[in-house]
């Protein structure tokens, strides 16, 4: 997961290596999705989260297309 | 494999966890195995038992932690100033993981992958500004641990 100042940075990036493009969040998203999936890593009791927590995550922040299936 | 009781495990992932966040680093397996009255062997497995858990990454063929999401163990472009202290994240995501794992105001410092130019970004009670970038994910969810390190 990588930080691009424009989507011409991006899709320069892209090109020179020959990736897809994959999905593209803003910092209010991305800051959004942090929270809730790191907010109890410190945690004693977190033990890791099962599929469907993660899919909850993805949903809250508006992420559901097939690429967080 | 040596098996160690199932809260022993956890509570080696906590205390990795909590030294990261108090010395921005891993602690070694010797100061695991000391902390909790372990041999070697028996931290090695626990450090291998937490591994396939995904619990944090071991660097491949060594007991060293390389990776505990969002904290990294080696030095990265993407630096996250924070309780007086420098932590590295592992890529853009963990950037913002660490202030949200460790519930502070931080700086995060890190660059555009293409151009280099930087990007910055604040976290003050709970709310992010700064630099106008978007976050690229190359690697749909289903593959992320496949390989991680490339993630």
């Given at each position: 997961m990588l930080f691009f100042r424009s989507e011409a940075d991006l899709n320069a990036w892209l090109q020179a290596k020959g990736y897809t493009h994959g999905a593209t969040l803003t910092v209010s998203q991305l800051w959004g999705l942090s929270q809730r999936w790191y907010?109890?890593?410190?945690?004693?009791?977190?033990?890791g989260r099962t599929l469907e927590q993660v899919g909850e995550i993805f949903r809250e922040v508006g992420l559901v297309s097939d690429f967080w299936q | 494999m040596i098996e160690l009781p199932e809260q022993t495990l956890w509570d080696i992932r906590a205390f990795v966890y909590h030294h990261f966040g108090d010395t921005i680093h891993a602690p070694s397996l010797d100061e695991t195995a000391v902390r909790f009255a372990l041999t070697r062997d028996e931290a090695a497995s626990a450090y291998d038992a937490l591994h396939h858990r995904h619990a944090f990454f071991l660097k491949p063929g060594t007991?060293?932690?390389?990776?505990?999401n969002p904290f990294s163990n080696i030095d990265t472009t993407f630096r996250v100033h924070a309780n007086g202290k420098t932590y590295f994240a592992n890529c853009a995501w963990d950037s913002l993981g660490i202030p949200a794992a460790l519930h502070v105001d931080a700086d995060v410092e890190a660059v555009?992958?293409?151009?280099g130019e930087p990007v910055t970004l604040q976290i003050r009670d709970g709310r992010v500004s700064g630099s106008d970038v978007r976050i690229h994910f190359l690697i749909p969810f289903k593959h992320w641990y496949d390989d991680l390190v490339f993630t």
């Open positions: 907010h109890n890593r410190m945690n004693v009791k977190f033990h | 007991h060293e932690i390389l990776i505990a555009c992958s293409q151009s």
